[in-house]
RNA sequence: GCGGGAGUGGUGGAACGGCAGACACGCCAGCCUUAGGAGCUGGUGCCGCGAGGCGUGGGGGUUCGAGUCCCCCCUCCCGCACCA
């Protein structure tokens, strides 16, 4: 009381608070979820829909930043489609099967529903952090009964549809634990067993399929939907459609083989008959036992083990030298009766084609480097026009080229090879040797795995009658449920068929003892129709709700990484085709539009993953700068299909970023200004013109997801209101409209700091609140984004000379006056004569010339 | 190896075939502050005192003009069918 004359006042612009986001945004997420905001009404057809759908998680225990990379940008999409009119659904779940629960249950015994559900619960939380607007009330969990029954449901009625078949398959097989082993747990060179580094070795296991291939030719076909050119490409060449024949070659007769058995091939280039020099099996194909000579066994036999410890990567590697064996047998080619030698060789695939391939070393590079490592003859069918036949081979000639010919094929001989080609496949299937066929590289996708962590597979082997067989479970005894109690034997193997309680059961048709599959299905199973459950994730009655199916879908835009640019991608597409043709859904494409996005790798510039330990933590990131400075870093850092390697330099950058902005509008007048006078019009008209310049911008990166030049955008923005804070321009109304305009293009981005300025401006102003997420998304005014005058960039060969200030939309003619008037193009035309003089729609001049003569 | 993508300052990146380096990080200088891992102002591709020259992984080409289009090569990333 005494002593008030030695307190200094508080200056009015200190009580402006701190940007604190660790104090705001846990409360308008808060605020938001009590609003129900961004639940989303599904019913409501007053308004355009959007059904905005990104990748689902897999519920590793941690959210880390590309989990972020991933889902803040796809929020941003959906709090811009909301402020552009549109009903956004935008759900999350959880891909819950899958390995890294099983080896946890392995490492620590828990299991691997509990690891999980654990898992999920914190990933919940993590989430939330993010400030994105999911609608949480649709989320799924693949692990749950409630969802993986209608897996199995699905299955069956693939399976009424011939679309689900058992068939072999070769696997990667640990002969110690008795497991198949993954591609990821097989490690090294030398192909060991992650676990117990026992070599690995390829077995033949009955699996059940999904007829993919049904569908190639379908699949190929992307006519109405908008994905990525590159994706597009991936699947087509994934999907590996081939146009060519069958042809039948058979065995010839030998000391130790019969002969006239029948040896198909398949061939893109039946116009090259007459230049087969030899045959090639696959290693694993059926005849090669019998084909087999005697003193050849042996190394025949060598050959195919070792075939089958290699990859398919390293097998069809062409940077590897060709082996083989030759099986000392003769195949007679049906085009000219001659005898050719049969090979085995591990570049061909049991599982492409027919397993065999006619060799022909003049017109493919396979062959051709087969037949220079062992000697084969060559002999040359397809000549170029024009070519000298001089007899010798110096390399493969595959391309096709106008004019080529057929030489030294018989009556084929002097034919365009087009023309070859078809009376070749012609004369074939009139003789029964031969019909033109189409091939896929596509195998049926194979569904089965010997894990226990996964959907049942809803089949029941009947022991006591072998009529019953195979017996799917009916419909009404659905879900079949995992055992809780299942343990992991140190024999290995697939603890299930251990699981008495699961494997015992009886057989629906004739009520006698029965054995359960023990297959569980591939996690890409769950993954290729989650979006549909989204729709009614608690329907007891199917799987999906057709009328909202034909309400919400096809998914409007779908975001996610690149990695799965092929097979979940593809495997999506499938479903939806086989769905439909059951009438189940009605959609044959699942997602209208694709983005994928790059993938952000630890700091070691690899893949982010736990046992790397190069794993960034969000969390940390969120408590020190807050969710709205780590979303706009990640969408900051590049274009977002890049991704990139992690690094949190820069962080810095947008979250001083952000503090100018809480500076600019929470404290206009505060003061920064050098004390320089400003012309307040002018002023004011700088602010509304780079507010609106920015508007325009911002709105044409929404539509293609550049991110990172919205935010940049902002950053001139902002930079310029900087430029007048504190000048009696911060007063105008045209200031006003400027960061009103701000805030609104920074709401998708940063929605937390956005609604709290708003909602601070609101309350300044005595208006009542409203959420700045359920504003309309402004239009810029085109009055206001058109320059005044500009600086016409001036070459002179090319090279920059000058820039010459002018009004815009100059005719040409006067446009060159003003140039040619300046002094640095006169000084640069000393001593040249003008060629011409090219005009880039008034925005550039290049003058050409060369030395006067 | 095959298929797809990407290489631009010290760093992340920007740029309808038309002013290369927007916007940031970092660094340098200055201002402000009792203080700063705070804030503000200015500078910053390389060479050169300068005029100017050189510059988008390397080499060729198309064009009045190329980071951008075409051909060859190098490096890195993604996928290759049981990781998801």
């Not at 068929?497 to 699961?502: G, V, W, Y």
């Given at each position: 009381?005494?002593?008030?004359?030695?307190?200094t006042p508080?200056?009015?612009?200190?009580r402006?608070?701190?940007?604190?986001?660790?104090?705001i945004?846990?409360?308008?997420q808060?605020?938001?979820?009590?609003?129900?905001?961004?639940?989303?009404?599904?019913?409501?057809?007053?308004?355009?829909?959007?059904y905005?759908l990104?990748?689902?998680?897999y519920?590793?225990g941690?959210?880390?930043i590309?989990?972020?990379?991933?889902?803040?940008?796809?929020?941003?999409?959906?709090r811009?489609?909301?402020?552009?009119?549109?009903n956004v659904?935008?759900?999350?779940?959880?891909?819950?099967?899958?390995?890294?629960?099983?080896n946890a249950?392995?490492?620590s015994?828990?299991?691997?529903a509990?690891w999980?559900?654990?898992n999920?619960?914190?990933m919940?939380?993590?989430f939330?952090t993010?400030?994105?607007?999911?609608?949480?009330d649709?989320?799924?969990?693949?692990?749950l009964?409630?969802?993986?029954?209608w897996?199995?449901?699905?299955?069956?009625r693939?399976?009424?549809?011939?679309?689900?078949?058992?068939?072999?398959?070769?696997?990667?097989?640990?002969p110690?634990?008795?497991v198949?082993?993954?591609r990821?747990?097989?490690?090294?060179?030398?192909?060991?067993?992650?676990?117990?580094?026992?070599?690995?070795?390829?077995r033949?296991?009955?699996?059940w399929?999904?007829?993919?291939?049904?569908?190639?030719?379908?699949?190929?076909?992307?006519?109405?939907?908008?994905?990525?050119?590159?994706?597009?490409?991936?699947?087509?060449n994934?999907?590996?459609?081939?146009e060519g024949a069958e042809?039948?070659?058979?065995?010839?007769?030998?000391?130790?083989h019969?002969?006239?058995?029948?040896?198909?091939?398949?061939?893109?280039?039946p116009?090259t008959?007459?230049?087969?020099?030899?045959m090639v099996?696959?290693?694993?194909?059926?005849?090669v036992a019998?084909?087999?000579a005697?003193?050849?066994?042996?190394?025949?036999?060598?050959?195919i083990?070792?075939?089958?410890?290699?990859?398919?990567?390293e097998?069809?590697?062409t940077?590897?030298?060709?082996?083989?064996?030759?099986?000392?047998?003769d195949?007679?080619?049906?085009?000219?009766?001659?005898r050719?030698?049969i090979?085995?060789?591990?570049?061909?695939?049991?599982?492409?084609?027919?397993?065999?391939?006619m060799?022909?070393?003049?017109?493919?590079e396979?062959?051709?480097?087969?037949a220079k490592?062992?000697?084969?003859?060559i002999?040359?069918?397809?000549?170029?026009?024009?070519?000298a036949?001089?007899g010798?081979?110096?390399?493969?000639?595959?391309?096709h080229t106008?004019?080529e010919?057929?030489?030294?094929?018989?009556p084929?001989?002097g034919?365009p090879?087009?023309?070859?080609?078809?009376?070749?496949?012609?004369?074939?299937?009139?003789r029964?040797?031969g019909?033109?066929?189409?091939?896929?590289r596509?195998?049926?996708?194979?569904v089965?795995?010997?894990?226990?962590?996964?959907?049942?597979?809803?089949?029941?082997?009947?022991?006591?009658?072998?009529?019953?067989?195979?017996?799917?479970v009916p419909?009404?005894q659905?879900p079949v449920?995992l055992?809780?109690?299942?343990?992991?034997?140190?024999?290995?193997?697939?603890?299930l068929?251990?699981?008495?309680?699961?494997v015992?059961?009886?057989c629906p048709?004739?009520g006698?003892?029965?054995?359960?599959?023990t297959d569980t299905?591939?996690t890409f199973?769950d993954?290729?129709?989650?979006w549909w459950?989204?729709l009614?994730?608690d329907k007891?009655?199917?799987?999906?709700?057709?009328?909202l199916d034909?309400a919400?879908c096809?998914?409007?835009?779908?975001?996610g990484?690149a990695?799965?640019?092929?097979?979940?991608l593809?495997?999506?597409?499938?479903?939806a085709?086989?769905?439909?043709?059951l009438?189940?859904?009605?959609e044959?494409?699942?997602?209208?539009?694709?983005?994928?996005?790059?993938?952000?790798?630890?700091?070691d510039?690899?893949?982010?993953?736990?046992s790397r330990?190069?794993?960034?933590?969000?969390?940390?990131?969120v408590s020190?700068?807050?969710?709205?400075?780590?979303r706009l870093?990640?969408m900051?850092?590049?274009?977002w299909?890049?991704?990139?390697?992690?690094?949190?330099t820069?962080?810095?950058?947008?979250?001083r970023?952000?503090?100018?902005?809480?500076?600019v509008?929470?404290?206009?007048?505060?003061?920064e200004?050098?004390g320089?006078?400003?012309d307040?019009?002018d002023g004011?008209?700088?602010v509304?013109?780079?507010?609106?310049?920015?508007?325009q911008?911002?709105?044409?990166?929404?539509a293609?997801?550049?991110?990172?030049t919205?935010?940049?955008?902002?950053?001139?923005?902002?930079?310029t209101?900087?430029?007048?804070?504190?000048?009696?321009?911060?007063?105008?109304?045209?200031?006003?409209e400027?960061?009103?305009?701000?805030?609104?293009?920074?709401?998708?981005?940063?929605?937390?700091i956005?609604?709290e300025?708003?909602?601070?401006?609101l309350?300044?102003?005595?208006?009542p609140?409203r959420?700045?997420?359920?504003?309309?998304?402004?239009?810029?005014?085109?009055?206001?984004?058109?320059?005044?005058t500009?600086e016409?960039?001036?070459?002179?060969?090319?090279?920059?000379?000058?820039?010459?200030?002018?009004?815009?939309?100059?005719p040409?003619?006067?446009i060159?006056q003003?140039?040619?008037?300046?002094?640095k193009?006169?000084?640069?035309?000393?001593?040249?004569?003008v060629?011409?003089v090219?005009h880039?729609?008034?925005?550039l001049?290049?003058i050409?010339?060369?030395?006067?003569?």
């Open positions: 009381m005494t002593a008030s004359t030695d307190i508080v200056p009015e612009r200190d402006v608070p701190r940007y604190e986001p660790t104090e945004e846990p409360h308008w808060q605020r938001w979820d009590e609003l129900g905001l961004y639940r989303t009404d599904l019913s409501d057809t007053s308004r355009p829909r959007y905005l990104t990748m689902y998680p519920p590793s941690d959210l880390h590309g989990h972020w990379y991933i889902c803040t940008p796809t929020d941003a999409i959906a811009f489609r909301r402020m552009n009119g549109d659904f935008f759900p999350i779940g959880f891909d819950a099967f899958g390995l890294p629960a099983e249950a392995i490492k015994g828990i299991h691997p509990v999980t559900m654990r999920v619960e914190n919940r939380r993590q939330r993010m400030g994105a607007t999911f609608d949480w649709s989320e799924v969990v693949t692990c009964p409630d969802y993986y029954r897996n199995q449901w699905i299955f069956l693939f399976l009424e549809n011939d679309l689900a078949y058992r068939r072999m398959s070769a696997v990667d097989w640990c110690k634990d008795q198949v082993l993954a990821e747990q097989v490690e090294g060179a030398d192909r060991v067993c992650w676990r117990c580094g026992t070599p690995v070795v390829k033949d296991l009955e699996h399929s999904f007829r993919i291939t049904k569908y190639a030719d379908e699949l190929l076909d992307f006519t109405g939907i908008d994905w990525p050119e590159p994706i597009r490409q991936m699947q087509t994934w999907i590996g459609r081939s042809v039948v070659f058979t065995t010839a007769p030998s000391d130790h019969a002969g006239g058995e029948e040896l198909r091939v398949f061939t893109t280039r116009d008959l007459f230049g087969a020099t030899f099996l696959a290693p694993e194909h059926p005849l019998s084909l087999t005697p003193e050849r066994r042996a190394e025949v036999e060598a050959y083990e070792a075939a089958r410890r290699r990859t398919e990567i097998r069809l590697s940077s590897r030298e060709k082996s083989g064996v030759s099986l000392g047998a195949a007679i080619n049906p085009v000219n009766g001659e050719i030698p090979w085995i060789a591990d570049y061909v695939l049991s599982g492409y084609g027919t397993g065999a391939i060799a022909v070393p003049a017109h493919d396979r062959d051709f480097e087969f490592v062992f000697g084969l003859p002999v040359r069918v397809i000549a170029p026009e024009g070519a036949d001089d010798i081979v110096a390399e493969a000639f595959v391309a106008p004019g010919r057929l030489v030294n094929s018989g084929y001989s034919m090879a087009d023309e070859g080609f078809r009376a070749i496949v012609t004369d074939l299937e009139a029964g040797q019909t033109a066929t189409v091939t896929y596509l195998r049926d996708w194979l089965s795995r010997q894990r226990p962590w996964g959907t049942p597979i809803p089949i029941i082997y009947c022991e006591a009658d072998p009529s019953c067989g195979i017996v799917p419909d009404d659905l449920l055992p809780d109690d299942f343990r992991y034997s140190p024999e290995g193997g697939n603890p068929e251990q699981t008495e309680s699961f015992r059961t009886t048709r004739c006698g003892p029965g054995r359960r599959e299905m591939d199973v993954s290729s129709w989650y459950r989204y009614a994730p007891l009655d199917g799987p999906i709700d057709r009328a034909d919400w096809p998914v409007d835009q779908y975001t990484g990695e799965h640019a092929v097979m979940h593809l495997y999506s597409r499938f479903f085709k086989a769905l439909a043709d009438d189940i859904v009605t044959r494409e699942p997602f209208q539009r694709l983005f994928n996005q790059g993938q952000i790798l630890g700091a510039g690899e893949r982010m993953s736990k330990g190069n794993v960034q933590d969000p969390d940390e990131l020190r700068y807050g969710a709205d400075s780590v870093f990640l900051f850092m590049g274009p299909d890049q991704g990139g390697p992690w690094s949190p820069g962080i810095e950058g947008v979250h970023f952000l503090r100018r902005v809480w500076a509008v929470l404290d206009p007048t505060g003061s200004s050098d320089s006078t400003v307040v019009a004011e008209r700088q509304r013109v780079a507010a609106h310049r920015a508007l911008g911002v709105t044409e990166d929404h293609g997801f550049r991110w990172n919205i935010v940049a955008k902002l950053m001139e923005l902002t930079n209101l900087m430029r007048f804070r504190g000048t009696p321009v911060a007063g105008t109304s045209g200031w006003d400027a960061t009103d305009l701000l805030l609104l293009m920074l709401a998708p981005e940063a929605p937390h956005a609604e300025l708003w909602a601070r401006r309350e300044a102003a005595g208006e609140w959420s700045i997420h359920t504003q309309a998304w402004p239009a810029f005014d085109p009055a206001l984004v058109v320059a005044e500009i016409l960039p001036v070459q002179i060969n090319g090279k920059l000379r000058d820039l010459v200030p002018m009004a815009p939309g100059l040409q003619d006067e060159e003003l140039v040619m008037a300046r002094p193009v006169q000084a640069n035309l000393e001593g040249m004569s060629v011409k090219v880039v729609g008034g925005r001049v290049n050409v010339v060369r030395p006067a003569s």
